[in-house]
Structures are given as structure tokens and as C-alpha cells.
């Protein structure tokens, strides 16, 4: 594309002065052929230049990139971030630099505040933007957001730190560029489950960032991000003791993500079943910012799993109602807390008090946000079960199964069967979620479908399932399973039957 010096030149549109201040977009790409053309046509007809370094693509990017008129630079990938963008920086000629990665897009409500920014003089700050992760792409359902620096002057004292979860910082100073407040919204594909595990980013972020620590041992952020890295990459004993050492590097320097740090340190309390430390790491958060709503999130689990149940859902509710109104005060904010997971937490506490009408209540408030998400329809249609609306609960279990199609909704849905149902419908269900089961309960669900068969006085039907459970894998495997269930439903012709 044409190059543009940074000080600007006239060009409609521009500000009140008709001064425009070109905006070079820099990107670092690698293999992104499937991502970079939509990044690309977002932001078309807003920046000015297009700067791409790419570190070693084999596939269509490059061609891509080129159809967009881009200017391309290629280099060796060294696992720095912080190099491989700063090589961007340096191809940039605007006056505003805006930062991207290939799996965001510019959200289609901002171009116009973005192309505003090209009438306004840099001034020595940078630009927040919110960054929108996004964990349903086609439905574009947001997980969390965080408030991130990606717009800047173009000034070479101004350069990223830090080789992974790098930041732009001006030359001799250890924070962040100081910046100034925006509209402007980007939406990030990039933590979908799909593509994390496509890309191996769980384990490429782990790697680097405990090199990063080897390196730097007392350094808060470095530590933050390797816990969350190895929380992502399900390395959770090591995720607890990073954050425990963010929590006490941080105690006397409090940093912006020690706040984040607490929360997700609480969340982790919990799954050790440590609820009263998990109290404690809420607590200290909340103290710290009272308008966070992961804080009053801990807080509230934390507390329901102590059995404080009022007290949680004051807490929880504390949670929508700060989320409800989200500010850029919080480095990082996950929205379906106040979407509906605060309100599911708070429907589990009535359920532990056998309320499961106003349980119901909660849900339902939930799925009026989230009417396809598969925890809230499996939960309501417990409440229905309790209730003994047997109708409401038996399409509750089936969509959940019908639309996951997945081991867990499988299981819920045949035991919902199995407990209300006639050895057919049972046999039935049991017939439609063999596809998805595992060895193990294939076996034990057909083995059940025999016993619930022989109490029918059924004898050839279940002879003919249980010769379907030893043909599943080792015999010795099917005959435990037998032997087991025997005991356990009181028939011990499961046995006989079986041979």
C-alpha cells in the first residue's frame, strides 16, 4: 500500500484541522491462511498501511497478506512475541499504530471509532482497547474481556517487553504505556477449544513462560502468567503454587492482575475442597476492588460451599450486578458471570435446600441469556425431575444429550431412563447412546438393560444383552461388570444367565 509519513497530511476525512494521521495496522502471522483474510477485510478501509512479518508460513498466508496489499517481512520464529512484533513496529510509517493478531477481528460496531482516531494528534499515550475472548464463534458468545493497550504512537522509544503475554512500554519505563480510554472493541477466535488444541497453544504458552520464569524467578507478572498457563495446559498443582506466589510477591507492590490472580487462586481452593481458603482469597480480592465481579463470583461459591447459603447468594448477586455494568478498571472481566453463571450458582443453592421451585426460578432467568447452554438445561431439568414434572425433565436430559452428543449428556439422559422408565424405553435409550459411550459403560449399560429385562421375567432378552456385554473388548472385563451389577440390583440370575 502507499507509504505514509507519520507526521500526517491533509486527506478527507481527518480532524477539525483536516489533518489526517495515518494509522498503520502491524501484525505477526504464521501458517494463518484460514484467519487472516476475515482479520484483514475488518479493519479494511480504516488503516492506512498494512506492516506483516511473517515467521515461517508453508501454507496461503503470505499470498493472503498480498492480496491486501500488504508489506511483508519475513523472519526466523525465536520465541519472542515481543522481537518478532517490534519488527512490525519498525515497518510502520502512520502516525497511529494498531496491533492485531490474525484470529481477531476489529468488531464491526468500532470502524467508526477507530477511523475517528486518524483526526487526532498522537499524543505521547497509548489508546485501551477491549479485547473480546470469545468461546462460541459462530454464536460469537463471549467468555471474558480484557482491557489490553493495541493502539499507540508511532514512536521508536515506544516498543513491546516480554517474549510471551508481551506488552508495549515506553523505553525506560517497567509498566505498560500509559493510555487513555476508548470505545473501540476487537473480537478474539483464538481461545476456542478447537483452536487451542489444533495449535498447541496450551503447551507453547507453558513452555515459554516457564522459561521466562526460569529467568526472572522473583518477577510477579512473569509468575502470574506462567500459573495461568499451566492452568490452562491443566497443570493445576503447578497453576496453585505460582499463584500462591504471585499472592505474596504481590502483598507489599500491588500489581493490576493480583486482583485476577486471587479469584482464580479461590477457584482452584475449591476444587481441592478447601472452600474456607478459598473464602479467604475472595475476600482479600473484594478488598481490593469492590466492583470486580470474579471477586464476588469466589466469594459466593466459596461461601455455598461452606453451606452459608444466604450469604452466598448476596454474594452472587453482587456478582450480576457489578458485571451488569462493566468498567475498564478490571485488567480482565469474565461476562458470563453475570450472564448466567452466578445465577446457575445461585439456583444450586436452593437446590441444597431442597427449594428447587426457586432453584428453577434462577435457571430459567439464565436460559432467557444462554437458552443452548448445557449446564443450565441439565440443572433445570433436575429441578423439573424433583418437582415431578417427568416431562419437562425428560426433554431437558435428551437435549442436553441430543445436542452435545457426548458421553456426559448420554449418561444423564439413559440414568433419567433408567430411573422412570419401562425396560424398552430403557433398552431404547440405551440403543441411541451406545455411539458415544466407552467401553466401560457400554458395558454397564447394557448389562442394566439385561437386569431391568430379567425383572420383567424377560430371560431370553437379557441372555441376549449380556452376550453383547462380554463381546465388548476382554470377557474377564464384561464379566466383572456382570458380577457387579448382580450385587447391586439383587440378581444374582444376571450371573447364571450370563454363563
Known amino acids: 500500500m502507499t507509504r505514509r509519513a507519520p507526521s500526517g497530511r491533509r486527506n478527507s476525512p481527518g480532524g477539525a484541522s483536516g489533518v489526517v494521521y495515518p494509522i498503520s495496522l502491524c501484525m505477526i502471522v504464521r501458517n494463518e491462511e484460514n484467519f487472516l483474510r476475515d482479520a484483514l477485510t475488518s479493519v479494511q478501509g480504516v488503516v492506512d498501511e498494512i506492516c506483516i512479518v511473517d ?23 525465536r520465541d519472542d512475541f515481543a522481537g518478532a512484533r517490534n519488527t512490525a513496529l519498525a515497518m510502520a510509517t502512520g502516525a497511529w499504530i494498531l496491533v492485531l493478531d490474525a484470529d481477531e477481528r476489529l468488531a464491526p460496531g468500532s470502524r467508526d471509532a477507530l477511523r475517528s482516531l486518524r483526526g487526532e494528534k498522537p499524543d505521547g499515550l497509548g489508546r485501551w482497547i477491549r479485547c473480546r475472548n470469545l468461546k462460541d464463534g459462530p454464536r460469537e458468545i463471549v467468555a471474558s474481556t480484557n482491557a489490553i493497550v493495541r493502539i499507540f504512537p508511532n514512536d521508536p522509544a515506544v516498543r513491546y517487553r516480554g517474549t510471551l503475554h508481551e506488552f508495549v512500554a515506553r523505553e525506560g519505563e517497567e509498566r505498560s504505556l500509559a493510555a487513555t480510554m476508548t470505545p473501540i472493541e476487537i473480537l478474539h477466535y483464538g481461545y476456542l477449544p478447537q483452536l487451542m488444541s489444533e495449535r498447541s497453544k496450551s503447551e507453547r504458552n507453558l513452555r515459554m513462560s516457564r522459561t521466562a520464569v526460569e529467568a526472572a524467578p522473583d518477577d510477579p507478572a512473569l509468575v502470574y502468567n506462567y500459573a495461568m498457563s499451566a492452568l490452562l495446559a491443566g497443570e493445576r498443582d503447578t497453576a496453585r503454587v505460582q499463584l500462591e506466589r504471585v499472592v505474596a ?6 500489581r493490576g492482575f493480583r486482583p485476577m490472580a486471587l479469584t482464580t487462586l479461590a477457584g482452584v481452593y475449591l476444587d481441592d475442597g478447601r472452600p474456607a481458603d478459598a473464602l479467604a482469597a475472595a475476600d482479600e480480592c473484594i478488598a481490593i476492588v469492590k466492583t470486580l465481579p470474579d471477586g464476588h463470583f469466589a466469594r459466593g461459591r466459596a461461601l455455598a460451599a461452606l453451606a452459608r447459603h444466604e450469604e452466598a447468594r448476596a454474594s452472587l448477586r453482587e456478582a450480576i450486578a457489578t458485571g451488569a455494568n462493566p468498567t475498564f478498571e478490571h485488567f480482565v472481566v469474565e461476562d458470563e458471570i453475570a450472564t448466567w453463571k452466578a445465577h446457575n450458582e445461585i439456583g444450586g443453592t436452593f437446590v441444597s435446600e431442597g427449594r428447587h421451585a426457586e432453584a ?21 431439568a433436575r429441578c423439573c425431575e424433583a418437582q415431578g414434572d417427568l416431562a419437562g425433565a425428560r426433554a431437558g436430559f435428551r437435549a442436553v444429550f441430543d445436542n452435545a452428543r457426548d458421553e456426559t449428556g448420554a449418561i444423564e439422559y439413559v440414568n433419567f431412563v433408567f430411573r422412570h422408565d419401562s425396560p424398552d424405553e430403557v433398552l431404547n435409550a440405551v440403543e441411541v447412546a451406545l455411539p458415544v459411550l466407552g467401553d466401560d459403560y457400554r458395558r454397564a449399560f447394557l448389562a442394566s438393560a439385561a437386569a431391568g ?22 470377557p474377564l472385563a464384561g464379566r466383572g461388570v456382570i458380577r457387579a451389577l448382580a450385587e447391586h440390583y439383587g440378581e444374582p440370575d444376571l450371573m447364571t444367565i450370563a454363563g
Do not use: C, H, K
Open 360 to 380: 428453577q426460578q434462577w435457571l430459567e432467568l439464565a436460559l432467557q441469556a444462554r437458552p443452548s447452554e448445557g449446564t443450565l438445561i441439565l440443572n433445570r
Open 55 to 77: 515467521t515461517g508460513s508453508t501454507d496461503g498466508t503470505v499470498a493472503v497478506a498480498e492480496s491486501f496489499g500488504a508489506r511483508i517481512n519475513y523472519i526466523s520464529w
Open 453 to 474: 429385562m430379567l425383572r420383567a421375567q424377560r430371560r431370553a432378552e437379557a441372555a441376549a444383552l449380556l452376550r453383547r456385554v462380554l463381546a465388548i473388548g476382554d
Open 249 to 254: 510477591l504481590t502483598r507489599n507492590t500491588p
